[in-house]
Each structure stands twice: as structure tokens, then as C-alpha cells.
């Protein structure tokens, strides 16, 4: 049998005491979320802090978790048989090379990638971005398809709006330490996109600000849709280099890896 729970009457008429707060969770226990931490009299940053910096970097920088993961390292020349494994080399050392020389000079020429669909230009580039981020460059990562979207939308924009400017928009390209244009290749060019991308390749090299250029085509073949005056420019600030490749790797590795399920 249950006993009556017996309660005493003072204590049904306390307030919520019964509830007490529960004791404060912080992101950082070290430094309590105040980005300090005390040491022999001396402050700190905390090393969330450092963190947070570079995750920021990595946002500003417009770097995907996607694109976060390419790395040289993880760029694997397996995927380059015989008659293209030297030319994957020799991309892969430029834009090495590419990296430590930016990290010496700020006006270092940048690099021109092209190749076809799948060849790893992508990587490369992301990799590229992800070292120089890591070195606390400012690093500015545009898929140029999105880029022009983004240019275009800003004409719908009301003047109430928070949104970029068309002028911001550019000016942040123009700027950045190191820009990387991926996908530069055979999109619907207005007159319009073809001066917005001249405008921001002949901005680049008249500052000397290094630049990584990726597309599917090749000089010749950008020249037909975007004009000589901006193909030449792009000679000026960027070295060529061909990636070619036998089969999209993208589909080989998703081959691999199914071909690894059990
Ligand atoms: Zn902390």
C-alpha cells in the first residue's frame, strides 16, 4: 500500500524554487564564451577564438564544406593515365608553387586552368584557396555562372533592400587579395556579362593582384566567347596550364566507391 506523500505546507508556498536555473552552458568552457582566457595575470585569446577566425575566414572566403575538403594532398594523380599523368603533375607543382609565392608577394601572376569536365580544375583551385586561407590570406572563391546571377539579381534589388550593390558585388571580386574564377566556359555571354567580365580581369591586372582562372575551354576557344581584347588580359594575369584527363573523375570515384560497398 501507498503511504500518503506527506508535504509540508511551508513548502507548497515557496515560489519555484523547486526549478532551479540550470547552470550555464558555454561553447567554450575554457574561457566561459568571453574569448579570453587568464594565465598568470596575463590575458589570453582563447583558442575558440582562433578558431572562429578561421572558420570566418572560410566564409568570407565563400568556401563550401564541399570545397573545404579539396586539398593537394588529397589530389590524387592515380586518376591521370600515361599520356596525361606529366601534364597533371606539372598543374599540380604550379599551383604549389602558385601558393608559396603568394604568400611572398602580393602582386604573384596567377594561374590559367583548363581542362575538361571533371579533369579536377575544381580541386585544384579549392585546394589552392583552402592553403592560402589557412595562411590567413583573404581569398575570394566565385563560381563565375553565379557570379553573373548574382550580378544580374542585383538589377531587381530596391533600393530599400540589404542586399549587395552591383558595385559591391564587383568591387569585392576586384579587390580581393586572391580571386579564384571557377568555371569560366561557355555560358549564354551577353554583351553585358562580357564587359562585366573584362571590366573585372583588366581591374585584376592593372592592380597585379593574383588571380586563378579555371574553364572547359581553352584560350582559343574562351576567345570566341568572350572577344580577344579579354583573352589577351588574361595571358597577362595568369600562367596556362592544360589538365586533361581520360575520363571525368568525378564518375570513376563514384564508381570506386560503390564498387567498395558490400
Ligand atoms: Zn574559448
Not at 581569398?139 to 530599400?160: A, I, N, Q
Request: with cysteine; charged share 25%.
Amino acid at each position: 500500500m501507498l503511504e500518503r506523500l506527506r508535504i509540508p505546507q511551508d513548502l507548497l508556498r515557496r515560489p519555484a524554487v523547486f526549478n532551479p536555473l540550470p547552470s550555464p552552458t558555454y561553447n567554450c568552457p575554457l574561457c566561459q564564451d568571453r574569448g579570453v582566457v587568464l594565465q598568470g595575470g596575463k590575458a589570453y585569446r582563447c583558442r575558440c577564438m582562433k578558431q572562429k577566425t578561421l572558420q570566418n575566414r572560410f566564409r568570407l572566403a565563400n568556401l563550401t564544406p564541399q570545397l573545404r575538403r579539396f586539398t593537394f594532398e588529397n589530389f590524387d594523380l592515380k586518376y591521370y593515365s600515361r599520356p596525361h599523368l606529366e601534364s597533371a603533375r606539372r598543374c599540380l607543382e604550379a599551383a604549389k608553387k602558385f601558393v608559396a609565392s603568394c604568400l611572398k608577394d602580393p602582386h604573384t601572376k596567377g594561374l590559367f586552368l583548363f581542362g575538361p569536365v571533371g579533369s579536377g580544375k575544381t580541386h585544384l583551385a579549392a585546394a589552392i584557396a583552402n592553403s592560402l586561407v589557412n595562411a590567413g590570406k583573404q581569398v575570394l572563391f566565385t563560381v563565375v555562372p553565379d557570379l553573373l546571377d548574382e550580378l544580374r539579381s542585383t538589377y531587381d534589388r530596391r533600393p530599400e533592400d540589404d542586399s549587395y550593390t552591383e558595385l559591391e558585388l564587383l568591387d569585392t571580386a576586384r579587390k580581393a587579395e586572391v580571386l579564384i574564377l571557377d568555371d569560366l566556359g561557355s555560358h549564354n555571354y551577353t554583351e553585358w556579362t562580357c564587359n562585366k567580365i573584362y571590366s573585372l580581369i583588366n581591374s585584376r591586372l592593372m592592380n597585379e593582384l593574383p588571380t586563378v582562372v579555371t574553364s572547359n575551354l581553352d584560350l582559343k576557344e574562351l576567345e570566341e566567347y568572350l572577344g580577344e581584347r579579354t583573352v589577351s588580359r588574361l595571358v597577362q594575369l595568369c600562367y596556362p596550364y592544360n589538365l586533361p584527363v581520360e575520363e571525368d573523375i568525378r564518375y570513376v570515384r563514384s564508381r570506386e566507391e560503390y564498387e567498395t560497398l558490400k
